[in-house]
C-alpha cells in the first residue's frame, strides 16, 4: 500500500512537470511565431526597398558601418 501510494505520488508530480512544460512549450511557440512574422514583414520591406544593386550595395555599407 506504502507503494502505491508512493507511486501515485510520483507519478502526480511527474503529470504536473508535463502540464507546466506543455505549457512553456505553447509559450515558446507563441514567441517563435511572432518574431518569425516580423522576420517576415522586415525581409519584405527590405526586399521592396532594396531593388537595385546599387541600393543593395549603400545598404550593406550603412549596415557595415552601424556595426
Known amino acids: 500500500d506504502k507503494m ?5 505520488a510520483r ?10 512544460l506543455e505549457l512553456r512549450l505553447k509559450q515558446i511557440e507563441t514567441e517563435h511565431n ?3 512574422t516580423e522576420m517576415d514583414a522586415v525581409k ?3 526586399k521592396k526597398n532594396i531593388a537595385t544593386p546599387s541600393a ?5 555599407n550603412n549596415l557595415l558601418q552601424s556595426t
Do not use: C, E, M, P
Request: no cysteine; net charge positive; charged share 20%.
Open 34 to 36: 511572432a518574431v518569425q
Open 4 to 8: 502505491i501510494q508512493d507511486i501515485n
Open 56 to 60: 543593395k550595395k549603400h545598404f550593406v
Open 11 to 20: 507519478t502526480s508530480i511527474i503529470q504536473q512537470q508535463d502540464r507546466t
Open 44 to 46: 519584405s520591406v527590405i
